[in-house]
């Protein structure tokens, strides 16, 4: 493992308490910017976190692979599931299915992104050297 890959999974672990700690509040106060802002930032905080889980793996020679990219938005949708769970128990917050599912898109889509980049990076590299 890289020191990047050790940095992002640090950096994923440490997202992960922060997300914990920020849904163990009872409240939170965020100014109310437009109808369905909570669920921009489900989708936003989560695109991180799988950011961050697949920064951890070791791209192989073409870019990430689809079992890369799968497994990190598995991983970034199962913590949102265990989130809402958590919740449930919180005085004063609820469990939402559709915060899971504002979580799970926010990974798929960052996750995506970043394996179909890396893909696509790593095959215009070849090609410019020659290889």
């Known amino acids: 493992m890289t020191w990047l890959q050790r940095l992002s999974l640090l950096l994923a672990l440490l997202w992960m308490a922060a997300l914990f700690y920020l849904s163990n509040q009872p409240t939170l106060e965020t100014p109310h910017l437009f109808s369905g802002q909570d669920k921009l930032f489900h989708m936003l905080a989560y ?58 898109l926010g990974a798929v889509i960052a996750v995506s992104l970043l394996g179909w980049f890396s893909r696509k990076w790593k095959t215009s590299v070849v090609v410019r050297e020659g290889v």
């Open 47 to 104: 695109a991180v976190l799988g950011f961050l889980l697949l920064g951890a793996r070791k791209p192989l020679v073409n870019g990430f692979s689809n079992a890369q990219v799968g497994g990190s938005i598995l991983v970034a949708s199962l913590y949102g599931i265990s989130d809402e769970v958590h919740q449930y128990f919180v005085p004063g917050r609820s469990a939402d299915p559709w915060d899971w599912v504002a979580d799970t």
